[in-house]
């Protein structure tokens, strides 16, 4: 702040329109602020929604992957040991 001689220039009051342009200007910034604060809180929710839908999966995908598996397995075991018998059998041919 540059100080002057003169005590009038020191103690001049804002005239009510700049006082009313300087009040404008900070109830803009201030609306501002708070647009950005609710897109900053919606942003936020909309990711944690997501990242809360993508761990249900994940959750959902291990529940299966630790389900015993009944009948797939047994017949997926029963058809590799008729390939293998299969093939030792061609082995031996050569």
Do not use: Y
Request: proline share 3%; hydrophobic share 35%.
């Amino acid at each position: 702040m540059k100080r002057t001689a003169d005590p009038t220039q020191r103690r001049r009051v804002p005239t009510i329109d700049e006082t009313t342009r300087a009040v404008q200007r900070a109830q803009a910034s201030l609306a501002e602020i708070a647009q950005r604060h609710a897109a900053d809180t919606a942003r936020a929710e909309a990711d944690a929604a997501e990242r809360e839908a993508a761990e249900a999966a994940r959750r959902a995908e291990l529940a299966r992957w630790s389900e015993p598996d009944t009948g797939a397995s047994a017949d997926t075991a029963a058809d590799n040991t008729a390939d293998t018998a299969g093939e030792d059998t061609h082995a031996l041919e050569r």
